[in-house]
């Protein structure tokens, strides 16, 4: 028995899950994240061909500027969205 090991990983697995994935982006604009299917594959070949990087906070600054939001995942948007909905 041995209640304080489990409580400690219990706090672990909670705080991985509050992690964000990170903000990816092509070279012409489309951004996702780094969950499963929402941007390609890291280091593929479609990522490299469409030139995908991962957004530094000064991307995610300059962003806001141009476009007047915040970067968000195309495809973490959406779903958000489809939430909301129903
Ligand atoms: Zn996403």
Redesign the pocket.
Known sequence: MRPRGESHAESRCRMNAEKK?TLVWSEDGQI??T?PT?APYAWSDTWSSERWRPMTLSDRVQFEAEVGRAPE?E??AAMARQEARS
Do not use: F
Request: aromatic letters at 0%.
């Open positions: 994935p996702g994240c969950l929402h995942c495809s973490c």
